[in-house]
């Protein structure tokens, strides 16, 4: 019975994420920001992958929060480290790509687009194309050095709990 219980509590309390990050999701799509990000900061700041992802997502673009690509690159982080591809994607694209936070660095970039790469599925086929263009862009300006750092890094890579 209370076994029972305990799983009738989690189903309500995941179902509860669900459709807070369904409501946050409709708020950001109807541009209300600052609901969007009313919902999405508590579930991020208590270790939710999706709402860190999605919260950075809205200080790289200034959307309801100021414009802050530092503020961006920490939340990316925080998501990349516990494995989730686009959060990978996103800070790998930074470290490459990005306007100077974090500073450039072709190997961690290497490293975070490979893990996206590895961890994409069909149905995020475009970020997927993106990400392995991205990388043989990465690829092209690399010394062999670099990028064997960067596969060693991918291969020791863990995610955080």
Wanted: glycine share 6%.
């Amino acid at each position: 019975m209370l076994l029972f219980a305990a799983m009738q509590a989690g189903a309500v309390a995941a179902q509860t994420l669900q459709e807070r990050m369904r409501a946050a999701a409709g708020a950001y799509e109807q541009k209300d920001f600052a609901a969007a990000v009313a919902i999405w900061r508590p579930l991020a700041t208590a270790g939710n992958a999706e709402a860190q992802t999605l919260l950075a997502a809205m200080y790289w673009s200034g959307e309801g929060v100021p414009r802050d690509h530092a503020e961006a690159a920490k939340w990316y982080l925080l998501a990349a480290e516990k494995g989730y591809a686009r959060a990978q994607n996103d800070i790998g694209f930074m470290y490459g790509f990005g306007e100077g936070q974090p500073p450039r660095d072709d190997v961690q970039a290497y490293k975070w687009l490979s893990l996206a790469i590895q961890r994409y599925t069909a149905k995020n086929q475009d970020r997927l194309d993106q990400a392995i263009k991205d990388r043989a862009t990465l690829v092209a300006r690399m010394t062999p050095a670099q990028i064997a750092d960067a596969e060693r890094l991918v291969g020791q890579w863990k995610p955080a709990p």
